[in-house]
């Protein structure tokens, strides 16, 4: 402990653990964003010396998919956690610094298992997300360490397109540098949040819904690994504008989604950003290879993308309180993630190499986009009972406590409920379990679901979310 304490005072740093966990994810993403995962970097060295970067490319994203996977079954405690990311932001600017001399088997040898620490230690990171982050505010912690990764992304893929692949390598390695410098103070014991429990026990089981989320994910990203391997070569004539715009509407989309209004029901923009995905295909088959054609292709993708991306990682946010081990929760949702990615690249990249025509991808596209229509209403049901207070409850638990009573009260006065349903009925909206309700009033969970039945008989509803969208109307 006092080792600890004199490091902190030696780095001097007065940053609260929130910050802090976003200045670690930002600087390390960043480079798994620019080096080994479709970044500017390996394909700039790939070209520099005339070699076939996809071999390489789907290498180090199936090792991003096994680090991600795996890790949570590994890690187990924070000390741990924290140890592993040290640990692979050492390696990854050793296994960087190969890059610099001619090709190898070494380079092989040093992609593969920095993609797989990587993606280890992201899924790692899934500790400090919750510790440092009350879980009504992990959508935003998700969405400024995106945003703040990508914008790091976009700085280096300029730097290795109109420098050098080299200049990119050396700044990407000094992103590493300042992930260590930050991750040293990194806490081992962190406590909860006040009003944050350990680890919540769910009155239903997480696997269902996590299932559903996966499959959701791994689909919807099919479409992610096309854009990569069909829409971006198709613009590669026009390395200027990629270089710097690639990112910018996925950045925008998630500062508009971050900074929403309270009563915006988040829902329906995701069924706009299905629709996006599927007019960015169809764009793409029909318009030129202009700048203004990439344009529009890209704002249309790259927006739905920066909504989905911020739909499941605040999902899987809120889902971190339902396990003791938050690595693997993390782990096995962006796994998917990484999964679709890798398939669809490998798809897009058949396609793209073969006598097949690339508009076939589009349709295939928007095949995907079919598909994730079906998925998404069982996997909002399923989502609705687990995280009670997500995405129709979010303005609520925005809301000031003194706001919350009063809207609360306003609403149970309506339904001329007794003072004992009254109670359940502001704890059930404020996204408490049954066994959180039970205990918290000190009665049995037989009891809070009998009142609960009651409240719905009496208000004519039949769900949770009746009753938030009642609220809401109120």
Known sequence: MASDVSGNRFLNINMDERRLSIVVFSLFFSWVLAFPFEGQILYGLAQHYNIEPHTMVFGSIAATFVGLFLCGFLIK??????????????????????????????WT?????????????????????????PSNERIRTAADGLIYSNILMIL?????????????????????????FFSLQLPVNAQPKAGQPETIEPDISIVKPLVFLCLFI??????????????????????????????????????????????????????VAIAMIGLAFIAFMTFDRSALSYMVVNTLMLGACGVFDLFWWSILGEMLDFNNNPAKILGVGLSANVLGVLLGGLVGNAIYTSEVP???????????????????????????????????????????????????????????LTERESEI?????????????????????????????????????????????????K
């Open 218 to 271: 791994a689909i919807i990203t099919i479409n992610s690994g096309l854009m990569y391997q069909v829409i971006n070569p198709a613009f590669a004539h026009l390395e200027w504008l990629v270089s710097w715009y690639w990112a910018a509407p996925y950045i925008i989309a998630l500062f508009i989604m971050k900074n929403l209004p309270r009563k915006t029901n988040r829902t329906y923009i995701l069924y």
């Open 77 to 106: 405690t924070m000390s741990a956690a924290k140890k592993l990311i040290l640990f692979s932001i050492v390696f990854c600017m050793l296994a960087s610094s190969i890059f610099f001399f001619a090709p190898s088997n070494l």
């Open 109 to 133: 040898i040093a992609l593969i298992s920095s993609s797989f620490l990587g993606g280890a230690c992201v899924a790692a990171w899934g500790f400090f997300f919750k510790s440092g982050t």
């Open 156 to 180: 280096i893929n300029i730097t290795a397109v109109y420098l050098s692949p080299y200049s990119g390598l050396g700044l990407s390695i000094l992103m590493l540098v300042g992930a260590l």
């Open 425 to 473: 009925a502001a704890l059930l909206l404020k996204g408490r379990t049954y066994k959180m309700i039970a205990d918290e009033l000190h009665l049995s969970q037989n009891t809070v679901k009998t009142h609960i039945k009651n409240i719905y008989s009496k208000l004519n509803i039949q769900s949770k979310m009746e009753l938030v969208n009642l609220m809401m109307e």
């Open 358 to 416: 690339s508009h076939n991808s589009s349709a295939l596209a928007l095949v995907v986009v079919c598909v994730t229509l079906i998925i998404l209403m069982p996997l909002h049901k399923q989502l609705s009972k687990l995280l009670k207070n997500h995405a129709y409850l979010t303005e609520l638990s925005e809301m000031s406590s003194d706001e919350q009573s009063k809207t609360v009260s306003n609403f149970v006065q309506i339904g001329q």
